[in-house]
C-alpha cells in the first residue's frame, strides 16, 4: 500500500468522528520505482493532508519531507522528487493500520490491508 | 439463471482461488473485462485535459478493470472483498493499490477526494443478504452514501452492472438518488441478449449542465440518460422506464374451487387409473373457521 493510498484511508467504523488519519504500524517497508509524473503529482498535492502525509511517511523511516507545504514549492524539482518518493514509491508491505479513536487495527499482509469490518462494527 | 453468480454463494465464497484463477487464464473473460472497463472509463468523461486523475475502482478483484486505468494513465486505488481475487492481482503486479473490504460496510475515505469511480459487475451483489445480519437496502445506503461523500463535486461513478430483474434495477437506482446521486442508467445494445450491457452513471452534487438530471418522478428511478448517449450509431442508448405490468387480479378475487370442479377433477383421475378417494358428503365441504 502507498501512502496516496493511505492518505485517503479514514476508519470507517460506526461511531467513529474522526477516523483519520489511520497510525501504521510497520513491519516491512519496500520500494518500488515509478515513474515520475510532474503533473499528477500537481493535481493531486492539494487533495493530500500533507501533514498525516509527511507524519507517516516519517513512520515508514523517510524524513525528508519539510514539515508544511504549500502549492508554491511544486516548482521546485528537487521538492517533487521528494514528494513523488514519498507519495507513490514507498509500500507498506506488511504491518497494521490502527484507527486513532478505537484503537482497532487493521492488518496489512503482502502490501493489502484489510478493512473488513466485524458484524458489530458496520 | 441459475447460473448467476450471486445466486450461488456469497462473492468471498464464490470467488476462491478457482474462480479467481478463470481471470488469469480465459482471454474471453479478460477481453470482455477489458472492454467493459474502457467503455466505463468513456462514461466517467473525465475532463479531456490529459491530466491523471485519482480514480476507485469498487469490486477491482484481480485488477483486470484497474489495467485500463492504468493504461490511459490514471492512478486508483481498489477494493474487494475476495482475497483470493486480490492475490491474483498481486500476481498479475497491477499498479494500483488494493484494499480488502466490503462495500456494503461503506468506504472508509476522506471526503472529496477521489476524481472518479467505476465498477465492474459488482454492485448487483449489495443486492443478496448472505448473512442474517444483513440488509440489502441497509447495505445499498451506506454504500452509495459513503461513495457521494469521498467523491469530488462533479465527478462521476460508472457502474456497469447485470441486474437480475427490474425491481433490483430500481432498488439499487433509487438508493442512488436518494444519496444525492444525479444520473441514470445506459444501455448499450438494448436489443441484443448477448451484448446488451447496462451501465449506471451517477455525477456528484448540485445538478448543472453538465449533469444529466432524471426526468420524471424523481426518486423512484425514471430517468433519461441524454448526454451519455453517444453519437456512435452501434452505441445505442435508450431510456428505461417502469415497465411493471399490474399483477393480476385474478388470484386476489378468486374464491375458492367448488364441489363441481372437484368431482370434475376426481373424475377425470379416475378415468386415467389413479387412485382418487370416494365421492361422499364430506367431498369439498367447507371447513369450520375455527380450523
Redesign the interface.
Known amino acids: 500500500?502507498?501512502l496516496?493510498?493511505h492518505?485517503?484511508?479514514?476508519?470507517?467504523i460506526k461511531g467513529v468522528a474522526n477516523?483519520?488519519p489511520l497510525r501504521i504500524e510497520v513491519e516491512k517497508v519496500v520500494e518500488k520505482k515509478?515513474e515520475l509524473?510532474a503533473?499528477?503529482l500537481r493535481?493531486?498535492f492539494p487533495?493530500i493532508?500533507w501533514k498525516a502525509f509527511a507524519e507517516a511517511a516519517r513512520t515508514l523511516g523517510y524524513a525528508e519531507l519539510p514539515e508544511d507545504a504549500d502549492s508554491s514549492f511544486l516548482g521546485s524539482d528537487d521538492f517533487l522528487d521528494k514528494f513523488h518518493h514519498a507519495l507513490?514509491e514507498l509500500h507498506l508491505e506488511e504491518g497494521a493500520l490502527i484507527c486513532p479513536e478505537t484503537g482497532r487495527r487493521f492488518p496489512v499482509n503482502?502490501?493489502?490491508?484489510?478493512?473488513?469490518?466485524h458484524?458489530d462494527e458496520? | 439463471m441459475s447460473s448467476r453468480p450471486e445466486v450461488q454463494a456469497p462473492p468471498e465464497i464464490f470467488y476462491d482461488d478457482v474462480e479467481a484463477r478463470k481471470y488469469t487464464s480465459s482471454s474471453r473473460i479478460m477481453e470482455i473485462q477489458a472492454k467493459l472497463s474502457e467503455r466505463a472509463l468513456e462514461l466517467l468523461a473525465l475532463p479531456d485535459d490529459g491530466l491523471p486523475r485519482l480514480l476507485l475502482d469498487i469490486g477491482c478483484g484481480s485488477g483486470l478493470s484497474g489495467e485500463t486505468l492504468s493504461e490511459n494513465g490514471h492512478q486508483w486505488f481498489g477494493l474487494d472483498i475476495s482475497q483470493s481475487m486480490l492475490d491474483v492481482a498481486l500476481e498479475r503486479e497491477v499498479e494500483g493499490d488494493l484494499l480488502l473490504g466490503d462495500m456494503g460496510q461503506g468506504l472508509g475515505l476522506r471526503p472529496g477526494v477521489i476524481d472518479g469511480a467505476i465498477s465492474i459487475s459488482a454492485v448487483q451483489w449489495l443486492c443478496n443478504a448472505d448473512r442474517t445480519s444483513h440488509d440489502p437496502r441497509l447495505r445499498l445506503k451506506a454504500f452509495f452514501g459513503s461513495l457521494y461523500r469521498c467523491l469530488a463535486r462533479g465527478a462521476r461513478a460508472v457502474f456497469q452492472l447485470y441486474p437480475e430483474n427490474l425491481a433490483q434495477r430500481e432498488l439499487i437506482l433509487s438508493f442512488a438518488m436518494r444519496a444525492g446521486f444525479a444520473g441514470g442508467m445506459v444501455v448499450d445494445f438494448p436489443h441484443s441478449t448477448k451484448r446488451r450491457k447496462e451501465y449506471l452513471v451517477l455525477t456528484c452534487g448540485p445538478p448543472s449542465i453538465s449533469t444529466s438530471v432524471p426526468k420524471g418522478k424523481g426518486e423512484d428511478g425514471e430517468s433519461c440518460s441524454e448526454d451519455e448517449s453517444s453519437d456512435d450509431e452501434a452505441e445505442q442508448t435508450v431510456c428505461i422506464s417502469d415497465r411493471h405490468r399490474p399483477r393480476k387480479k385474478q388470484k386476489l378475487t378468486r374464491k375458492g374451487k367448488g364441489r363441481e370442479w372437484i368431482l370434475r377433477k376426481k373424475e377425470q383421475k379416475r378415468r386415467r387409473g389413479d387412485e382418487v378417494p370416494l365421492d361422499t358428503k364430506y367431498t369439498a365441504r367447507k371447513r369450520k373457521p375455527r380450523f
Open positions: 500500500m502507498r496516496l493510498t492518505n485517503m484511508l479514514s476508519s470507517n477516523g483519520f515509478v509524473n503533473d499528477f493535481n493531486i487533495k493532508e507513490l503482502k502490501g493489502i490491508p484489510n478493512m473488513l469490518l458484524e458496520g
